[in-house]
């Protein structure tokens, strides 16, 4: 594998499932993010892990839980969410320590029903 | 606090003509500034960046952006469209002392016409 990888690609969830999204990257960056992206919005960034720790929380609801184990796996777990929750969310990694491009997986489609 | 407007949230081109997506933003600093692509599907691929070197960056697929400090503008062109840029870009802006965040544009959906 490389690059960033994320699984599944598309997830469809009843509002009281628990789910959890997976991504990992193979790039020996030392950050890495989650963005929603929905239909006619903006990006909108929601977590911030820099060397495994959080940096970033844009206010996100918390049925929305990231974990970060090691720098190159992070995981938002998600639980009792809402329709307007389905949208591709998209993580990203960025090496850090002056170098602030971010290298996007492909996505995760999740759909609540 | 930084932000990025990018006018013209779709833009529509023959095949063969001049490709223009613009982006303006506003920075307290002097910023970095980015490109992305997406295509159908699937994440944002990094097309260039302005990190303060050349103003006139050189990206991936003939693209390429000009950086005009007096005019706040990183537009991004390639002289010749093909049908296989029609996708989603996305600008985005980095503060030099903020470096965890890139600041978003809402994007330019580029439909290319044969």
């Known amino acids: 594998e490389t690059g960033v990888t994320q699984t599944p690609r598309h997830l469809v969830m009843g509002m009281t499932n628990k789910k959890s999204l997976k991504c990992e990257q193979h790039l020996g960056h030392n950050a890495m993010y989650w963005y929603k992206q929905s239909a006619k919005k903006p990006l909108e960034l929601m977590f911030v892990?820099?060397?495994?720790?959080?940096?970033e929380n844009n206010s996100v609801p918390s049925r929305f839980s990231p974990e970060c184990p090691n720098s190159s796996h992070l995981f938002l777990h998600l639980h009792t969410l809402q329709p307007e929750d389905s949208a591709l969310y998209l993580c990203?990694?960025?090496?850090?320590?002056?170098?602030?491009?971010?290298?996007f997986g492909p996505g995760t489609r999740l759909t609540v029903t | 606090a930084q932000s990025v407007t990018q006018l013209g949230s779709h833009v529509s081109v023959s095949e063969g003509a001049l490709v223009l997506l613009r982006c303006n933003y506003s920075s307290s600093v002097p910023p970095y500034l980015f490109w992305y692509v997406q295509y159908p599907n699937q994440g944002l691929q990094l097309l260039l960046k302005?990190?303060?070197?050349?103003?006139l960056v050189k990206g991936i697929n003939g693209f390429e952006a000009e950086f005009k400090k007096s005019e706040t503008s990183f537009h991004l062109t390639k002289p010749s469209a093909h049908m296989s840029d029609a996708a989603e870009y996305f600008c985005?802006?980095?503060?030099?002392?903020?470096?965890?965040?890139?600041?978003f544009g809402t994007g330019t959906r580029l439909q290319v016409f044969p």
């Open positions: 302005y990190t303060s070197a050349a103003t």
């Open positions: 990203a990694s960025s090496p850090g320590q002056g170098f602030y491009e971010q290298y």
């Open positions: 892990y820099n060397f495994k720790e959080q940096t």
């Open positions: 985005a802006v980095s503060d030099r002392t903020d470096t965890d965040k890139l600041i």
